[in-house]
């Protein structure tokens, strides 16, 4: 199903997101390595040390050792990729997590591989009327934390988008807190921020979760623009507990 800038959505989230690009099948270990396969293993990003379809004429003897050292660091760096490819794939899988993210730095592959194992379950969302405010866009859910090290202060976005997928507005919060359906109904726009964003129990909720522990989330929206069709909730970041 893969081509360039194609999307599927969730069946159970309705979250949309860009299909990964299709994963290269293995050669066979003991494959004699060709062109095709050195350029597999070098990538686009090597383009510029290509070998010619046709041999070129021969200039001089120095010409010739100077053609026969680029063949030979071709196969050099072919090798060295070929055995990252078969034995150090988890080396393959950050790289391209940093490429999916436009070339990203040391940090953002940090941050992301701090997130990769958080999972979201129970994902709802719902329009509910205030008295004060007007209409409230609701999502709320669970943040589980599948690492086998405690993580905290786990944070959340929620995107809202039209028919056409274009995104209308967005907001992130912290983990920890939810607020009951009379006060959703009863607060005014400034009491829920302050009951949502309350540190003490932001602190109490959202640290030191254990492997298999979630954490509770919600997000409000305050009279949402007419016209969402969709939402979208993603985990942005997560922290280690700090080492005794």
Known sequence: MFKPGAKAR???????????????????????????????????????????????KKKSAKGGKKALVLVLLLLVLGGAGAGVFFFKPDILDNATQALVQGNASPEDVVATDNIKHLALRNIRQYYQPNEKVGQLFVIEGKVVNNFNVPKELVKVEATLFDASNVTLTSKQQYGGVTVSLFQLQVLGQQELESALNNKIEILTNNTNIAPGQEVPFMVVFYNPPANVAEF?????????PPKN
């Open 10 to 56: 969730c069946t159970v989230c309705k979250h949309l997101f860009p299909l990964a690009a299709p994963v290269r099948e293995m050669k066979p270990e003991h494959a004699p390595l060709n062109d095709d396969s050195l350029d597999d293993l070098l990538g686009d990003n090597d383009a510029s040390f290509s070998i010619d379809s046709k041999p070129a």
């Open 232 to 240: 979208g909730v993603k985990v942005i970041e997560a922290k280690d």
